[in-house]
């Protein structure tokens, strides 16, 4: 996956979707096919084997409907998890789940803009090389992890409202349909200053490559958060 491209006085062909759904095997690999978000949806769905397929030695880039018109996003992860290379962001506002992702993401590799596929979408020896699709449920081939998060306290959780905010904490699973999860602590009343919890969340991931970890804190009474949520990229081993 790249998080951006630049031609460096090359000339680069974008190929624009305009509706279409084709994937072309023989498409020159130095040429980008640029998707729009909604036939990018299309293609994961009816064609997802195609479309990792593809894109194992053609660039594929998607961007934004153009019914964004507030400039939100979509979650790139939904695009990376079937080969797509670049999945082209709004920043024009700060978005948890899309941008905040997509920084985790690259945060891996020094931020230098690349980070390589999972194996089971380029390695030809790998048993699901060809024959992985995100959405299913159950995959055979691939290496599943168990873990578990201990949630003991916290301190100053919610500025805007003082020490007496009724507080608890969001810890999400961001990855392929199977992995999604999101759990939450018990909310600790009148006393954001220094919350006790002292809880423990585990959580199963069957495709880690690409999974991450979101934790917010969350004001029960509004249910807005706190403070800008905190990501970590899925090295969870």
């Known amino acids: 996956m790249v998080s951006t491209s630049s031609t460096g006085g090359t000339s680069t062909e974008h190929y624009h979707s305009r509706g279409s759904s084709t994937i072309n095997p023989q498409h020159p690999c130095y040429k980008c096919s640029s998707l729009s978000e909604n036939s990018a949806k299309k293609l994961t769905k009816k064609r997802p084997k195609d479309l990792i397929a593809h894109s194992e030695t053609q660039l594929v880039r998607v961007y934004p ?3 964004r018109i507030d400039s939100s996003n ?15 962001l709004n920043y024009q506002s700060e978005e948890a789940t899309a941008s905040h992702v997509n920084a985790a993401m690259f945060e891996q590799n020094g931020h230098s ?3 390589l596929k999972p194996r089971v979408m380029h390695d030809p020896s790998h048993k699901l090389y060809r024959q992985f699709n995100p959405m299913e449920k159950d995959f055979d081939g691939l290496n599943p992890i168990c873990f578990c ?3 003991v306290s916290g301190q100053y959780l919610s500025p805007n409202l003082g020490t007496r905010a009724n507080v608890y904490v969001e810890i999400e699973i961001i ?10 602590s018990k909310t600790i009343f009148c006393n954001s200053m220094n919350p ?6 585990t959580y199963n991931v069957l ?3 690409l999974a991450f970890i979101r934790i917010l804190i969350v004001d029960a009474s509004t249910n807005h958060p706190q403070t800008h949520p ?5 090295s969870v081993v």
Do not use: C, H
């Open 230 to 234: 905190t990501q970590d990229r899925k």
């Open 149 to 151: 998060i201990s949630l």
């Open 196 to 201: 006790m919890w002292n809880e423990t969340f």
């Open 74 to 88: 979509f979650n790139p992860l939904n695009f990376w998890s079937y080969g797509i290379q670049m999945a082209a």
């Open 207 to 209: 495709f880690k490559e």
């Open 113 to 115: 803009g690349y980070v």
């Open 175 to 184: 990855g392929i349909p199977s992995d999604s999860i999101k759990k939450k």
């Open 65 to 67: 409907a153009s019914m």
